[in-house]
């Protein structure tokens, strides 16, 4: 079993920057592929950002590119997801997911554990 535990959501004025934390415990993570998600009120939980099991591979949404950064320290046991220049449409609750043998990152249904969420609201 693994569990994830996410930190650093918050408030935030648009424009400025928050870094998400995913830290793992139960079980190394190394060879887990790691993905963000969120979810808005009303909405679907749609894919943000992955990273494979080597972190050889990151994988974003169209609408995060360019702003969010996706990285992995398997000394700590932890994902990381740096947002920058966070606009309204970015507040949501932030899930870390990790999975194995997962054919597609982007899915949510490919993943096996998650976390609880960390709230993150951008004020315009």
């Known amino acids: 079993q693994v569990q994830l535990v996410e930190s650093g959501g918050g408030l935030v004025q648009a424009g400025g920057s928050l870094r998400l934390s995913c830290a793992a415990s139960?079980?190394?993570?190394?060879?887990?592929?790691m993905g963000w998600f969120r979810q808005a009120p009303g909405k679907e939980r749609e894919f943000v950002a992955a990273?494979?099991?080597?972190?050889?591979?990151?994988y974003y949404a169209d609408f995060v590119k360019g702003r969010f950064t996706i990285s992995r320290d398997s000394a700590k046991n932890t994902v990381y997801l740096q947002t920058n220049s966070l606009k309204p449409e970015d507040t949501a609750v932030y899930y870390c997911?990790?999975?194995?043998?997962?054919?597609?990152?982007?899915?949510?249904?490919?993943?096996?554990?998650w976390g609880q969420g960390t709230q993150v609201t951008v004020s315009s």
């Open positions: 997911a990790a999975g194995r043998g997962i054919a597609s990152l982007r899915s949510k249904y490919e993943y096996d554990y």
């Open positions: 990273i494979n099991w080597s972190g050889g591979g990151t």
């Open positions: 139960g079980r190394t993570i190394s060879s887990y592929a």
